[in-house]
């Protein structure tokens, strides 16, 4: 199992390109169940993810072509299988998002109750709820959800809070479905609005998203499509944070801005110093970290996904800071490892974590739990006198391509023990 190694204490210096968006990508990768005929994607990032829920098209049926760099070709004309295994879907949450595009085509589909990360639950239980109002069969069975629809019908959906997959799921399934379906409280993050582009571009009718109420015209089919994944916005962040972190001065370049404004802002009322232009941003580190609060909200506010890279930052600061965690109840797993570092943190009812900054963090071994847990190992390490080594990577190997690489170029002291 992989490990890298950290020797901090080197200001980071220079220009990172961002990936395509990992969060992106898994949905979209999923509509091409939806088309008969093949769907080519380009700006897609070499990751465990990704491969699983490649292998997860090629088992049902579809055939999967790595055509270059970063470019995907899903032929899903032979789509005949309607059972998503448990031994391919155990490995990520992601993997759920087959079953509105099964039901929608094929009528059926049986789902593993997926796996994924160790930071709370994440129930599907709404995904299945408004299957069910559309006219969906729903029944759980050792393991697996199996939905059946001879056709789904329209619906108005209301979600009991914002879900960014249950708002892809049911996307995917309305539009092949018959007659207008309403999605209200709908996530509004900018993957969502990724989808909707493409699913459009498929020839459906998708309107609203990005707001809170998203608006489905059922088509009778769908066309192949060629589409771009947007750039990855968690990714961004991390790296702008972990210039801040080192005093540095970064500029992520292929990104868009606006799908992070809540990180910047509260990078600048660090102290940091941020500018921004059309798709790159530069930020240079303070002399002094301020202390900030942060609570994690739906998007657009800050996203809990910069969570733990945020708290590295303010264990730094000047002054106590305080994280609300609202999103998901199991998410403070790294502090432990950080408290190892020497960083003064301290949990209070189960959702909050005090943070009072002190002058230095100390090389240790850690232990990363998911995946952004170990990109804040990861910065820690950054920064921290003498040597780190994370231990249990393949959990950032989900989600950051190359991350120890980009690192390297912005002079980081960084490697992989294989």
């Known amino acids: 199992m992989d490990s890298i190694e950290i020797k901090g204490g080197v200001p980071l210096h220079g220009e990172v390109r961002i990936s395509g968006a990992k969060n992106a990508a898994l949905p979209i990768l999923a509509s091409s169940l939806l ?5 080519t994607f380009e700006n897609v990032p070499r990751l465990k993810d990704i491969d699983s829920i490649l292998l997860l098209l090629e088992d049902l049926g579809c ?27 155990r490995k990520m949450r992601a993997s759920i998002l087959v079953l509105g595009p099964l039901v929608a085509r094929l009528g059926r589909a049986r789902v593993s109750l997926p796996g994924g990360c160790a930071i709370g639950a994440r129930p599907v239980d709404l995904h299945l709820k408004g299957l069910e109002a559309m006219g969906a069969r729903i029944r759980l069975h050792h393991g697996y959800v199996e939905a059946e629809a001879h056709r789904l019908k329209g619906a108005d959906i209301c979600f009991d809070m914002p879900t960014v997959g249950g708002t892809e799921n049911l996307m995917m399934a309305a539009s092949l479905a018959d007659g207008e379906t309403i999605l209200r409280n709908a996530a509004r993050e900018p993957e969502i609005v990724a989808l909707a582009d493409v699913l459009n571009a ?29 750039p990855d916005r968690i990714e961004a962040g991390t790296f702008l944070v972990a210039g801040a972190l080192t005093g540095g001065d970064v500029t992520v370049r292929d990104c868009n801005p606006d799908h992070f404004r809540a990180v910047i802002d509260k990078l600048r009322a ?59 109840e199991n998410r403070f797993i790294h502090v432990s490892e950080l408290q190892r570092m020497g960083a003064a943190i301290s949990l209070h009812a189960g959702n909050t974590a005090k943070i009072r900054g002190v002058k230095e963090l100390s090389g240790a071994p850690v232990m990363a739990s998911d995946l952004r847990a170990s990109a804040s190992l990861i910065l820690a390490g950054l920064v921290a006198t003498n040597t780190t080594v994370v231990h249990r990577v393949y959990h950032l190997d989900r989600g950051y391509e190359a991350i120890e690489e980009k690192f390297s170029r912005l002079g980081a002291r960084i490697r992989r023990i294989r």
């Open 63 to 89: 055939s999967v072509t790595r055509q270059g760099e970063g470019e995907v070709a899903v032929d899903a004309q032979g789509l005949n299988r309607t059972e998503a295994a448990y031994d391919l879907v």
């Open 35 to 39: 088309v008969e005929g093949t769907c």
């Open 270 to 328: 660090t102290g940091a110093s941020v500018e921004t232009g059309p798709d790159w941003t530069r930020v240079r580190g303070p002399e002094v970290i301020q202390s900030v609060d942060i609570t994690t909200q739906p998007y657009p506010g800050f996203p809990t996904d910069m969570q733990a890279q945020f708290m590295v930052l303010l264990s730094m600061a000047e002054g106590t800071s305080v994280i609300s965690e609202t999103i998901f």
């Open 202 to 230: 498929m020839g459906a009718s998708v309107q609203g998203a990005g707001t809170s109420k998203i608006i489905i015209q059922g088509v009778s089919s769908l066309k192949p499509v060629s589409t771009t994944i947007i």
